[in-house]
């Protein structure tokens, strides 16, 4: 296990972007493997670029305040709660926004709680499937921001 950061991983990151946006959301995910696996120091940084991306097109929150999580039904679409999530998207929701209100305690205790026993079989499958719920979301965000600037006529087309 690596002791820093891998530089790489910041590309690794862009890299699985690039394929989760062209269609191959698997493929880019089997690229942050090896960062989840490398240590729990790589695997929150991961975390902390996942999150920065899920954030992409988000306005920060005025000083004070904090990020407010919409959750939904998506059967009734009412109004939902984060615990009604599965834990890995409650996990990636929470961590999300604990990122954008910049409380790096609160982050690093929801990434420490879902690591807890990750030297197990299960604590890793559960560190992985948080882990890719921020891709997930991080997916999301770059998806919308694109549609956004692809629907904008006002959008600089370089």
């Known amino acids: 296990m690596a002791s820093e950061p891998l530089e ?13 946006l062209a269609g191959d959301p698997v493929g880019g995910g089997m690229l942050l493997v090896p960062l989840i696996e490398d240590s729990r120091r790589e695997c929150y940084a ?8 899920a954030l992409i097109g988000i306005e920060p929150p005025p000083e004070n305040h904090g990020v407010v999580l ?10 939902g709660h984060p615990e009604d999530l599965p834990p890995d998207a409650q996990f990636a929701a929470q961590f ?8 790096q305690d609160a982050a690093l205790a929801l990434f420490e709680a879902l690591a807890v026993d990750a030297d197990t ?3 890793t ?7 890719l719920s921020l891709y997930g979301m991080a997916i999301a965000s770059v998806r919308a921001l694109v549609e956004e600037r692809r629907d904008n006529p006002n959008h600089r087309k370089d």
């Open 121 to 123: 079989e299960a604590g």
């Open 96 to 103: 999300v926004t604990a990122w954008a209100d910049k409380d």
């Open 70 to 79: 919409v959750v939904e039904d998506t059967a009734t679409g009412m109004p």
């Open 46 to 53: 991961l975390c902390g670029m996942l999150a920065t991306t």
């Open 8 to 20: 790489t991983a910041p590309l690794i990151v862009q890299e699985a972007m690039r394929r989760a």
């Open 125 to 131: 499958c559960r560190v992985v499937d948080g882990v």
